[in-house]
């Protein structure tokens, strides 16, 4: 199996910076694509920003130019950078992967915990 541990979530300051931390682990054959997704209260879960292992990004609207994913292949590890942080930004941030993974091998997607923003004053 394959694990995704979010971390460096918290509380800022609008305008102030963050960044995320998603730790791949498990029987883990190759990492097609990581992705960061995000959900407030009472919305519906939306794309921050995904890279595929080639190094490949795609951004939602609201978080271009704001945001950075990189992708650490050799430590299966992805980040996302948030600079100029909103309020709107505030919710639960997740991590997903796309793995190849096990001794067959198998093929599938995998999500973290995730890990609480709140941008406030």
């Known amino acids: 199996q394959v694990q995704l541990v979010e971390s460096g979530g918290g509380l800022v300051q609008p305008g102030g910076s963050l960044t995320l931390s998603c730790a791949a682990s498990?029987?883990?054959?190759?990492?097609?694509?990581m992705s960061w997704y995000r959900q407030a209260p009472g919305k519906e879960r939306e794309l921050v920003a995904a890279i595929t292992n080639s190094g490949n990004t795609d951004y939602g609207d609201s978080v271009k130019g704001r945001f950075t994913i990189s992708m650490d292949n050799a430590k299966n590890t992805m980040y996302l950078q948030m600079n100029s942080l909103k309020p709107d930004d505030t919710a639960v941030y997740y991590c997903?992967?796309?793995?190849?993974?096990?001794?067959?091998?198998?093929?599938?997607?995998?999500w973290g915990q995730g890990t609480q923003v709140t941008v406030s004053s």
């Open positions: 498990g029987n883990i054959v190759r990492i097609h694509g």
């Open positions: 997903n992967a796309e793995v190849v993974f096990g001794s067959s091998p198998l093929l599938d997607d995998f």
